[in-house]
């Protein structure tokens, strides 16, 4: 079964261009997740999907990042225009949630891509 | 609001040795699943181990194993014979488990290095 793929695995964008980064989840995982690492600081939250909805936004840094999941399946991560301190690694992860009947969400890993690398000069 | 602390930025290690990679964790969530991932050099996240916080018994996955103090909130990772394929930066992360939780917050990780 393939696993999280991601595309590219390294771009290198001038300040001002646009970038658009791509995520295939593991397929029949309706969840799919955004994070980044800037340089030294922690890997953080950006966004969550379940299928084409977005469920929990609240770690877009600012509105010049758009992200789209279309039909569900893989998703896009646009960064317009780009500036330096958007440089980083963008890591997806996917999952597929069960609920216990109290409302709990079971044991749910988040299988994660090997990130997409980018540099703003 | 929910934290990870990982206090070791990088240890050495002998090949074949145990080694034991800290962490410790805060939150208010009564329900939460902790979770360590391996990041070799290649750049992918790998996931290694889970505990649920009601779980009663540690995780053991293999050579790894992960030490759960419930009462002093530490997550503490072990790897047992480690090997020169264990070099890798280790992340510790915990995530939330009621249903409408989304992220995983993680540590800052451990940058594990393998002497032969």
């Known amino acids: 079964e393939a696993g999280v793929t991601q595309f590219p695995s390294h771009s290198v964008i001038e300040k001002g261009q646009t970038v658009t980064l791509r995520c295939d989840p593991i397929?029949?995982?309706?969840?799919l997740y955004w994070y980044r690492r800037v340089m030294g600081k922690e890997i953080k939250f950006l966004l969550h999907?379940?299928?084409?909805?977005?469920?929990?936004e609240s770690g877009m840094p600012n509105n010049r990042f758009l992200a789209e999941r279309t039909g569900g399946t893989y998703s896009t991560l646009k960064v317009q225009p780009a500036e330096l301190e958007d440089s980083g690694v963008y890591f997806c992860?996917?999952?597929?949630?069960?609920?216990?009947?109290?409302?709990?969400?079971?044991?749910?890993?988040?299988?994660f891509g090997a990130g997409t690398r980018l540099s703003v000069l | 609001a929910q934290k990870i602390t990982q206090t070791q930025p990088g240890m050495f290690v002998q090949e074949k040795e145990a080694v034991t990679l800290d962490c410790t964790y805060d939150?208010?969530?009564?329900?939460?699943?902790l979770f360590w991932y391996k990041q070799p050099s290649s750049g992918e996240m790998i996931f290694l181990i889970y505990?649920?916080?009601?779980?009663?018994q540690n995780a053991t996955e293999g050579r790894y194993s992960l030490n759960f103090q419930k009462a002093r909130k530490s997550a503490n990772l072990v790897i047992s014979a480690s090997q020169l394929g264990d070099s890798a930066m280790y992340f510790c992360?915990?995530?939330?488990?009621?249903?409408?939780?989304?992220?995983?917050?993680f540590g800052s990780g451990t940058r594990l290095s393998i002497r032969p």
């Open positions: 999907f379940v299928k084409e909805s977005k469920q929990d």
């Open positions: 397929s029949g995982h309706d969840n």
């Open positions: 939150t208010s969530d009564p329900s939460y699943g």
């Open positions: 992860a996917s999952s597929q949630d069960r609920t216990t009947a109290g409302g709990y969400l079971a044991k749910n890993i988040q299988y």
């Open positions: 992360a915990m995530r939330a488990m009621y249903s409408s939780a989304s992220k995983i917050i």
């Open positions: 505990q649920g916080s009601y779980d009663q």
